[in-house]
């Protein structure tokens, strides 16, 4: 055996989007569009008959019910021998996954491996409405696959994550952190925002795989109409990520060697360079600021460092994009300037996402424009901006490969929580309003004691309606208010 390392390289990337249709009888679910990115994925490596040789499938987490859907995957092709691998729902699992994939061909267990993602989310939604079965294979898979990228069976963080009731409002606190930090109006702030996002739009437009390809101006993505109901202020719908679609990606991998044996053209080959991770405190309330992250820094420059190269030598982007707050801060952490092209597809919001599989899209829309030249930069992002993994891509092959979890270099300097019942004055830094489909329901806060620098947060609520306008009007961030034993403004 040869003492030369082995060289893991992309071969072959495809996306699949089923759009918007009226044929329930005729659907193919999750794993028929899993199969059908899996086989794109092999025509672009050139020979289909490199998923005879896959010997490991790995899939990015989502909304059904499958134990083990690289099973599934892997008994369609012919390879029902081939190890899985199953994530978690998260953001940064793809990009994991792809580390993991490349760390397995180097260390030369597996010849080929499939990095894969998928939902039917857009159907499943009209066969609940219709009280219709679904047409595809639901089985769940009889393997037990490796089980990835999880998050801590913790019941402080299941707390907070059931008090934010969703993504968005955590977001819109970042979003409105930074806005304070920035002494920006809110006003200012709502048009800047829609601007990055109008930015975004005009990505999906050219994007063939994007959900939704219209170009939407600044204004109709800001402001608020029937279409486009307030979620969590300042975000519309429109700001917020679309996992309502028929969407599924996949990464083919194989080693050099592999790929010449196969007869992969050199030409088709993108390598990645290095894969980094690290995750912020589990609990946001725990963070240092609501607008930064130690986590997501530390990943981005060490992916970079890794690679051997400057944020200034990227010619091609994707930073996750679920909210507007998440792009701000992955730019601001790599020192990338906002007003240049941050996105290959246009963002969850436009391009939509299956889910926890938004960078295996991302990834697969890479993988071409590396081919052409240029490096490549793909960041995922799991819960709210908790987990970040970052991939590094070209045209050329490394040195070496490199997949790190780098949480040893990353000082989270976390920061106490306030006990549920504490009460006094305090400092707001940063606030949100939360809606329902009829209106807004309340304040949600994050305050920190007065006259304690570096002091603990925590959370308050208020159902005010002059609270409630006060926040949308000028922002509540620096105001002084009490808060109550229940975890109220007083």
Same mark, same amino acid.
């Given at each position: 055996?040869? %003492?030369?390392?082995?060289?893991p390289?992309?071969? #072959? ?30 025509d672009?490596?050139?020979p ?9 499938i ?21 390879r029902?021998?081939a190890g ?23 260390n ?16 499943a ?17 009889a393997?037990q ?7 801590? !069976?913790?019941? !402080?963080?299941?707390r ?26 809110v ?7 829609a ?5 975004f739009?005009?990505?999906?437009a ?5 959900? %939704?390809?219209?170009?939407?101006p600044?204004?109709e993505?800001? !402001?608020v ?11 519309p ?14 990464? &083919? ?5 592999i790929?010449?044996e196969?007869?992969i ?29 130690p986590?997501l820094?530390g990943?981005g420059h060490?992916? &970079? ?20 707050a ?5 730019a601001r ?8 092209? &941050?996105t ?7 391009a939509?996402?299956p889910?926890?599989?938004?960078? #295996? ?28 993994a970052?991939?590094v ?22 920061? +106490?929580a &306030?006990?549920?019942d ?40 208020s ?13 509540? +961030? ?13």
């Amino acid at each position: 055996m040869s %003492d030369r390392p082995i060289t893991p390289a992309i071969a #072959g990337a495809a996306q699949v989007v089923r759009r918007q249709h009226e044929d329930l009888e005729t659907t193919t679910g999750p794993i028929e569009l899993m199969i059908e990115a899996a086989r794109r994925a092999a025509d672009d490596a050139g020979p289909q008959r490199a998923l005879d040789r896959v010997g490991w499938i790995g899939v990015a987490g989502g909304f059904w019910r499958y134990q083990d859907p690289g099973q599934l995957v892997a008994e369609a092709i012919g390879r029902p021998r081939a190890g899985t691998a199953l994530t978690s729902i998260s953001g940064s699992a793809p990009q994991e996954l792809v580390g993991r994939a490349a760390e397995l061909i180097a260390n030369g267990d597996v010849d080929v491996a499939l990095v894969l993602g998928g939902e039917a989310r857009w159907t499943a939604e009209r066969l609940r409405r219709a009280k219709a079965e679904p047409h595809w294979l639901t089985t769940p898979g009889a393997g037990q696959p490796e089980l990835l990228s999880g998050f801590p !069976d913790d019941d !402080d963080v299941m707390r907070e994550f059931r008090m934010f009731g969703a993504a968005a409002p955590a977001y819109a606190l970042m979003d409105d952190s930074l806005r304070a930090a920035m002494a920006e109006s809110v006003e200012a702030h709502r048009d800047r925002i829609a601007e990055l996002w109008a930015r975004f739009s005009a990505v999906a437009a050219m994007n063939p795989f994007a959900w %939704d390809r219209t170009a939407h101006p600044a204004a109709e993505i800001r !402001d608020v109409t029937p279409d486009n109901r307030m979620i969590a202020f300042p975000y519309p719908k429109a700001m917020v990520a679309n996992n309502t679609v028929d969407m599924a990606s996949a990464i &083919l991998l194989c080693s050099v060697d592999i790929a010449n044996e196969l007869g992969i053209p050199a030409e088709r080959l993108v390598f990645p360079h290095a894969v980094t991770k690290a995750h912020e405190t589990w609990r946001v309330v725990n963070r240092d600021e609501l607008h930064g992250s130690p986590a997501l820094t530390g990943a981005g420059h060490r992916a &970079l460092e890794l690679a051997g190269i400057d944020v200034a030598d990227v010619e091609h982007v994707d930073l996750y994009a679920c909210f507007p707050a998440v792009v701000q801060m992955s730019a601001r952490a790599l020192g990338l300037d906002t007003a240049r092209p &941050l996105t290959v597809t246009g963002g969850l919001g436009f391009a939509g996402a299956p889910v926890g599989n938004a960078a #295996g899209q991302s990834i697969a829309a890479m993988v071409p424009l590396v081919r052409s030249g240029g490096w490549g930069v793909v960041h995922g992002n799991g819960g709210n901006a908790t987990k970040h993994a970052f991939g590094v891509y070209a045209s050329h092959p490394p040195r070496a490969f490199t997949f790190e979890d780098c949480q040893a270099r990353v000082d989270l300097r976390p920061r +106490a929580a &306030l006990a549920d019942d504490w009460t006094g004055p305090a400092t707001v830094e940063a606030a949100t309003v939360v809606f329902t489909r009829d209106g807004p329901s309340h304040v949600l806060a994050a305050v920190r004691p007065d006259q304690v620098a570096g002091g603990p947060r925590g959370w308050v609520t208020s159902r005010d309606p002059g609270l409630i306008a006060q926040v949308i009007s000028g922002g509540l +961030a620096g105001s002084r208010v009490t808060r109550t034993a229940a975890g109220e403004i007083a």
